[in-house]
């Protein structure tokens, strides 16, 4: 018998977080979060971030995805980087979560993806150079 705490298992209550990085420092902010997903393993967002962005060839978009755990902290699922110049508007992307370590998860714990849309708009209507 075990005399170690063990948290029970249950079901996320996922969020997301996301930046922009990589491009000069008025193009890098703070986090956005969206809302909370309350017991679910496959969350649906619909979420808007708007960002002017002075140098977009530059820019990366880096995605979080956490467990909302108001009693022992929030729990890290896993984190996704994008480079801007390779996201096409209005595709989905299908992006693998990596580990805190930035590898993939182990195999036991399958293997965690974010689908994602970006829809970019262009203050410029001749689209990016």
Do not use: I
């Not at 002075?54 to 978009?61: G, I, S, Y």
């Not at 995805?65 to 996201?87: N, R």
């Not at 979560?97 to 829809?119: C, M």
């Amino acid at each position: 018998m075990s005399t170690s705490p063990r948290r029970a298992q249950k079901t996320p209550d996922v969020y997301c977080r996301a930046r922009v990085a990589g491009g000069p420092p008025q193009d890098c902010r703070d986090w956005w979060k969206t809302k909370t997903v309350q017991n679910s393993v496959a969350p649906q967002w619909d979420a808007e971030f708007t960002q002017a962005l002075a140098a977009p060839e530059l820019c990366v978009v880096v995605l979080e995805c956490w467990d909302d755990d108001t009693v022992t902290g929030d729990d890290f699922l896993g984190t996704v980087a994008v480079p801007l110049s390779e996201v096409t508007s209005g595709k989905q992307l299908d992006l693998p979560l990596l580990a805190a370590t930035l590898a993939p998860w182990p195999r036991k714990h399958g293997a965690p993806s974010l689908q994602v849309t970006f829809d970019l708009v262009y203050a410029d209507a001749r689209g990016p150079s």
